[in-house]
């Protein structure tokens, strides 16, 4: 089997670290609003190549986040403000419903289904080995990961100092913070404020109150439930940078081991009328409205049909034609035509079915 890294920007032949067992790490949702046909299209891609891996023989331990808490004052923590309630309620609310929507997509439950609020320990001890291994520094309660002293960094996203500010404004990091030393570093700990309202999260830590930094949640979630080295991590290609280049740089600084992961898969955007579909532009998609009117089985083999990495154009008709097709592989398989000569590509089948 060949996989294409986006480290490498090639196709490589796979071969994990222990020959039949695979550790697989995947970005998870930030729960403050509701899934959308681009989170089904990155979570039902990882779920055929787990489903494949495991008919191959290997066993795979898969953990999946919920980013339910955030660093930065956007996302979640807007709109718990926005609805007058706090982050945790609001986070368990929508992690809820996703969770209902992929189960119903009948997608392969991952082994490791981990909350960042209840992986702090781990994210405050990763962040100490960074400190203790001269890699980063503290600043009023803050910690932060000096960038200049890794120096490989950038090595995932490929992307130029000026692409990488751009970029990180877009994700609204804190460029602009006075109390880091490049406007690149990482956010590792962020302290609270006085008084800090209640929507806000706030754990204790030995740097005082504050919250883990959004990348540094991953990458101690990841080597906390799957080891220090990882197969293949997985995601969005929005995530690659500042996201996943910093879980490279936090990770490979705090254990001192490189590779971090040794594949990285990147899965394509799903577009609308020529436009990203994202909340912010308001033409989502909802897995929820299309289950009303589809199969699961329909859903799964439309987003399954395109390429993981390509980008590609929401269209109506595919679900149709979908239900179609799906109906008459069911009556394939339920009559057992040419069980013998096909049974190879039955199985196959099976694996992109429920
Ligand atoms: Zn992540």
Redesign the pocket.
């Known amino acids: 089997m060949q996989l294409f890294n986006s480290l490498s920007r090639q196709k490589e032949k796979f071969e994990p670290i222990n020959e039949k067992k695979v550790n697989l790490y995947v970005?998870g949702i930030t729960p403050y609003d509701t899934t959308h046909l681009g989170h089904a299209f990155t979570y039902l891609s990882f779920d055929l190549l787990i489903r494949f891996l495991r008919f191959q023989g290997y066993t795979v331990s898969y953990t999946q986040?919920v980013?339910d808490i955030n660093d930065r004052d956007n996302d979640i923590l807007k709109r718990a403000q926005e609805q007058n309630t706090t982050w945790d309620k609001l986070t368990e609310f929508w992690t809820n419903k996703f969770l209902t929507d992929m189960k119903t997509l009948n997608w392969t439950v991952p082994t490791n289904y981990l909350f960042a609020s209840e992986q702090i320990p781990s994210m405050v001890s990763l962040i100490e080995k960074i400190i203790n291994n001269g890699f980063g520094y503290v600043v009023n309660g803050a910690v932060f990961l000096d960038i200049n002293k890794v120096t490989d960094f950038g090595k995932l996203s490929k992307l130029t100092r000026e692409e990488m500010l751009q970029r990180a404004k877009d994700f609204e990091e804190d460029l602009d913070n006075p109390d880091k030393r490049n406007p690149l570093d990482i956010t590792l700990w962020r302290p609270s404020t006085p008084n800090q309202p209640p929507h806000i999260p706030s754990f204790e830590s030995p740097w005082g109150k504050g919250r883990p930094g959004w990348h540094i949640?991953?990458s101690a979630m990841s080597i906390n439930s799957l080891g220090e080295q990882i197969d293949i991590h997985g995601?969005g290609i929005d995530?690659i940078y500042p996201?996943h280049e910093s879980?490279v740089a936090q990770s490979e600084s705090g254990t001192l081991k490189k590779p971090f992961a040794k594949y990285w898969l990147h899965t394509g955007t799903v577009y609308i009328n020529g436009q990203k579909m994202s909340k912010s532009l308001g033409n989502l998609i909802l897995i929820s409205d299309l289950l009303k009117k589809y199969s699961a089985n329909a859903i799964r083999w439309v987003l399954l049909s395109h390429h993981y990495r390509e980008k590609w154009e929401y269209n109506e008709s595919e679900f149709t034609n979908a239900e179609v097709v799906i109906s008459q592989i069911i009556a394939n398989l339920q009559n057992g035509t040419n069980e013998k000569a096909n049974n190879q590509i039955y199985k196959e089948k099976e694996i992109i079915l429920l």
């Open positions: 970005c986040n980013t949640e991953c995601g995530l996201h879980e």
